[in-house]
């Protein structure tokens, strides 16, 4: 980002984090959304691109965000456990944004044949399967700086030192013992 621009913006280095890492997967839920569409209607790369087929790309991108900051704190998490969230939190952005794409897209028939869309597409194509999942570990990496960002702002400074009087360990010396 220009400095000019983070100066206009002031977003923090883990802000700004988060916002890449929604605008990357809207952007690649857009291009799934794309590519779902071409396996629909196979005229669509040669130039004839409606409005709805457009409304269907937008849609998909907003899916992916929707479902992004729909699961929490599933990604960005630290070590094995977050590892493991972040599994947990791959599916879920993969399945709720095509539910919430298909949805968008077409109300009734979306919401049931979109989740089933993007499963064929993935399947189809693992190279894209592939590009998928680096994708949302890109994101995962970025939402963890993000995340270890308002780790160091909201955790007390005399929370980290072991033997600070108002630590918790040492109001609670030789009560439970």
């Known amino acids: ?15 700004r984090a988060r916002v890449l890492a929604f605008a990357l ?17 196979h005229a669509v790369f040669f130039g004839e691109f409606s409005l709805y087929q457009a409304w269907i790309v937008i849609a998909s991108g907003l899916g992916g965000m929707i479902a992004l900051f ?3 704190d599933r990604m960005g998490k630290p070590g094995q456990a977050g590892a493991v ?3 947990a939190g791959a599916i879920w952005v993969t399945f709720i944004g095509a539910l919430i794409g298909g949805t968008l897209g077409l109300p009734f028939y979306g919401t ?6 993007v499963v064929v597409t993935l399947m189809g194509a693992p190279l894209l399967a592939m590009l998928w999942v680096f994708n949302l570990l890109g994101a995962h990496v970025l939402l963890g700086i ?4 308002r780790d160091t702002i909201f955790t007390p400074s005399r929370m980290s030192q072991p033997d600070h009087p108002d ?3 040492m109001r ?3 009560r439970f013992s």
């Open 25 to 41: 997967v809207g952007a690649c839920s857009a291009g799934l959304g794309f590519l779902a569409v071409l396996h629909l209607d």
């Open 167 to 169: 630590s918790l360990r």
């Open 1 to 15: 980002m220009r400095p000019t621009l983070r100066k206009r913006l002031l977003l923090t280095e883990g802000e």
């Open 172 to 174: 609670l010396r030789g």
């Open 112 to 117: 049931m044949f979109g989740p089933f869309i």
């Open 70 to 72: 729909l699961s929490g």
């Open 85 to 87: 969230r972040a599994v």
């Open 146 to 149: 993000y995340q270890s960002e």
